[in-house]
């Protein structure tokens, strides 16, 4: 924690160790602001953090620094299929719009969070038709043996249901559990000739991109 450079919000798209962990529980600072689920904003609350906004599905929080103007907005999420899903608390993804100080949408960016490909992300393309950059949390974990983090045939899936610019996976190798590796990915995406709508980072990378200039 005391390594992270300024920050000014987290935005948290569920409360599963693997994206909320002891470390950040304990050393977070407890006025930093956190945008998550209603579940995971009612822990953190009982954890003494002081500036929570819990956001429902397509509810949107307006965020603003200096000229900079941001809109978030809680995206459709689902960690596992029918009576599972009880078991597994409540995902959201998420839609930032980057905005200028006269609410031109410069960059739109979709992180899908710990989602499974479900009906609803068909809603998504239709109300944010031009998304610039989409973040793709993969993995492929398997509880009783049923899928509960979007593996290779999934995130390719994704990618034609959302249809970003351009889409980078994350979030597949780093835990123990996840048992579709990146190189199944790369080997679907490729076999879906989507390989020049995908560009894939390594721990530490960075990814520089131009916003455009009209959409």
């Known amino acids: 924690i005391e390594d992270l450079p300024p920050f000014d919000f987290v935005l948290l798209s569920h409360l599963h160790g693997d994206h ?24 953190l609350k009982r954890k003494g953090f002081s500036s929570t906004y819990a956001l429902r599905t397509w509810e949107t929080l307006a965020i603003s620094k200096g000229e900079a103007r941001l809109r978030l907005t809680a995206m459709p999420g689902t960690h596992a299929p029918g009576p599972l899903a009880a078991a597994l608390p409540p995902v959201m993804g998420s839609m930032l719009e980057f905005r200028t100080a006269e609410n031109e949408t410069r960059l739109r960016l979709y992180i899908s969070g710990d989602t499974l490909v479900h009906n609803r992300l068909k809603e998504i393309p239709c109300r944010y038709p031009e998304i610039d950059l989409a973040l793709l949390h993969l993995g492929g974990t398997k509880v ?12 390719v899936e994704a990618i034609r249901i959302v249809e970003p610019r351009t889409a980078i996976p994350i979030h597949y190798n780093d835990y123990t559990v996840f048992k579709s590796p990146l190189e199944d990915f790369k080997r679907m995406v490729a076999e879906a000739g989507l390989e020049a709508q995908v560009h894939y980072l390594a721990h530490g990378d960075t990814y520089e991109f131009e916003v455009p200039t009209t959409r």
């Open 20 to 43: 909320f962990d002891r470390v950040a529980e304990r050393k977070l600072n407890k006025a930093t602001p956190i945008v998550s689920t209603k579940h995971a904003v009612a822990y």
């Open 144 to 155: 009783l043996g049923i899928l509960v983090t979007m593996d290779a045939r999934q995130g």
